[in-house]
């Protein structure tokens, strides 16, 4: 198999890990088109420099968020910190909740993090590792379970709060 090919079957292999990045750093279906192939065009540039170090979920996620940071810093847009108060009284007004309208709540208050909190709880949430967090986002393993620990109260005390 060329290089060409093993590529494109990597990233078929894996391309819910860029959807879930540019679902994550977007707000809009051309921003996420967009951001796909930005992401997509950076692995292949990138794609000689993997030296199978790690796995190759590994390093495609750090481009992936590498790339979506980097596009957002650039583009310098508003990375959709609205308010959901609203949305959230409504919500916890009702008797009974549905599990999506939970995991939808639960996403918004994920948008409101900053950048690098929003990547670590995607991958946290992904099922990753301490020591995959850290290869990814390029901190310590001790910091990747404090910054964990620091989201998961930030989140709760948000969700418990409305």
């Given at each position: ?65 590498n ?10 847009r ?48 992904e ?36």
């Open positions: 198999m060329n290089k060409k090919e093993h590529f494109t079957k990597a990233i078929k292999e894996h391309e819910g890990l860029i959807y879930k990045v540019t679902f994550l750093y977007t707000d809009s279906l051309q921003d996420r088109e967009d951001l796909y192939q930005e992401i997509v065009f950076q692995l292949w540039k990138s794609y000689d420099s993997f030296k199978e170090f790690s796995k190759l979920s590994t390093w495609m996620y750090r481009v992936a968020m790339t979506a940071i980097y596009h957002l810093k650039k583009s310098q508003n990375i959709g910190t609205t308010s959901i108060d609203p949305m959230a009284e409504r919500i916890t007004e009702q008797q009974d909740h549905s599990e999506e309208e939970k995991l939808q709540l639960l996403h918004d208050q994920i948008q409101q993090l900053n950048l690098l909190e929003k990547g670590i709880i995607l991958l946290f949430l099922g990753k590792s301490h020591d995959e967090i850290a290869e990814i986002i390029g901190i310590t393993k001790t910091n990747v379970g404090t910054k964990i620990s620091r989201i998961k109260k930030k989140l709760k005390s948000r969700l418990t709060k409305n």
